[in-house]
């Protein structure tokens, strides 16, 4: 009678979940019992793999309490399409192509509504999903597309505060340049926390953040030697070298990410590393074991 009780409702919950587990039968007289308890396991979600997660979510595979990433999107392009379509001019405009200079005054909006607004948005939803690690990345990264766009915005009084009497010069006021450096210094230091954290993702983030550690180096000391008196433009030349490329590289990864979003059947390499480099959770189970 308690047999009779039980197999409806084991039945209700598993049996009718074909577009998941195969709509495998728990009655069938020849089901292994093994495979049957797997899928009662995974019933109502999708296994992934460690690698196409990582992948997906630019985070080793973690656990939540919950199913919510089966119910909203993955938000990982969103926030590098934020950081691509700023990075990408800036890089640009820091080469001098085509006479663009300034560092990039023009494209203040989308430093707030590209690099801020979406990468924000895109580190609240990985907060959402349980990715610590790009919530972080990606919140950071908005609120420095934030403060870079404020800094060039005259509302903000940033450079103008240091020569009020010249306004147009007052973005290459020594004192300005040499207080505006340490931004760079310390978003620099931010990037190489980021780079030792990123040895458990894959490759091509890892290589992004490698690009971006110099470059901010770059950056700092070319604001350190305007506020010397000696511009090297070399510097600058630089920096905007080492962001070009670190934005192809971003452009693949997010190439990648939106293949993966629609099952594109081009599966394109990112150089997963996770499995190089063992969680410390896993290395205390394989020693227990």
């Given at each position: 009678m308690a047999t009779n009780n039980h197999m409806p409702d084991v039945e209700k919950d598993h049996a009718g979940s074909g577009s998941v587990n195969g709509g495998y039968d728990l009655h069938h007289d020849h089901h292994d019992t093994d495979t049957a308890l797997r899928r009662l396991r995974t019933a109502g979600s999708i296994s992934i793999t460690p690698e196409l997660f990582e992948k997906i979510y630019l985070s080793p595979k973690n656990r939540v309490s919950n199913n919510i990433r089966s119910t909203?999107?993955?938000?990982?392009?969103?926030?590098?399409?934020?950081?691509?379509?700023?990075?990408?001019?800036?890089?640009?405009?820091?080469?001098?192509?085509?006479?663009?200079?300034?560092?990039?005054?023009?494209?203040?909006?989308?430093?707030?509504?590209?690099?801020?607004?979406?990468?924000i948005l895109g580190g609240f939803l990985e907060f959402i999903l349980g990715n610590t690690f790009p919530f972080v990345v990606f919140g950071s990264f908005g609120?420095?597309?934030?403060?870079?766009?404020?800094?060039?915005?005259?509302?903000?009084?940033?450079s103008i505060a240091y020569d009020p009497t010249n306004p147009a010069q007052s973005s290459?006021?020594?004192?300005?340049?040499?207080?505006?450096?340490?931004?760079?210094?310390?978003?620099?230091?931010?990037?190489?926390?980021?780079?030792?954290?990123?040895?458990?993702?894959?490759?091509?983030?890892?290589?992004?953040?490698?690009?971006?550690?110099?470059?901010?180096?770059?950056?700092?000391?070319?604001?350190?030697?305007?506020?010397?008196?000696?511009?090297?433009?070399?510097?600058?030349?630089a920096a905007g070298g080492l962001t070009f490329v670190t934005c192809l590289l971003g452009w693949y990864l997010f190439f990648v990410q939106l293949l993966a979003s629609v099952d594109f059947p081009l599966n394109l390499p990112v150089g997963d590393l996770s499995q190089f480099i063992k969680g410390a959770s896993e290395r205390s189970g394989t020693k227990e074991d």
């Amino acid at each position: 009678m308690a047999t009779n009780n039980h197999m409806p409702d084991v039945e209700k919950d598993h049996a009718g979940s074909g577009s998941v587990n195969g709509g495998y039968d728990l009655h069938h007289d020849h089901h292994d019992t093994d495979t049957a308890l797997r899928r009662l396991r995974t019933a109502g979600s999708i296994s992934i793999t460690p690698e196409l997660f990582e992948k997906i979510y630019l985070s080793p595979k973690n656990r939540v309490s919950n199913n919510i990433r089966s119910t909203f999107g993955n938000p990982t392009p969103l926030a590098l399409c934020g950081f691509l379509l700023s990075l990408t001019p800036l890089s640009n405009i820091l080469l001098g192509w085509r006479g663009a200079g300034g560092l990039g005054a023009a494209e203040v909006g989308v430093y707030y509504f590209f690099g801020g607004l979406l990468m924000i948005l895109g580190g609240f939803l990985e907060f959402i999903l349980g990715n610590t690690f790009p919530f972080v990345v990606f919140g950071s990264f908005g609120a420095f597309w934030l403060a870079f766009g404020a800094t060039l915005t005259p509302y903000f009084n940033a450079s103008i505060a240091y020569d009020p009497t010249n306004p147009a010069q007052s973005s290459s006021d020594p004192v300005f340049a040499s207080t505006f450096a340490y931004f760079h210094v310390y978003m620099g230091v931010l990037c190489f926390v980021y780079l030792v954290c990123a040895l458990r993702t894959n490759i091509v983030f890892v290589l992004i953040f490698a690009t971006l550690v110099p470059a901010f180096a770059c950056l700092a000391a070319l604001f350190f030697s305007i506020g010397e008196g000696d511009p090297k433009i070399k510097l600058q030349h630089a920096a905007g070298g080492l962001t070009f490329v670190t934005c192809l590289l971003g452009w693949y990864l997010f190439f990648v990410q939106l293949l993966a979003s629609v099952d594109f059947p081009l599966n394109l390499p990112v150089g997963d590393l996770s499995q190089f480099i063992k969680g410390a959770s896993e290395r205390s189970g394989t020693k227990e074991d």
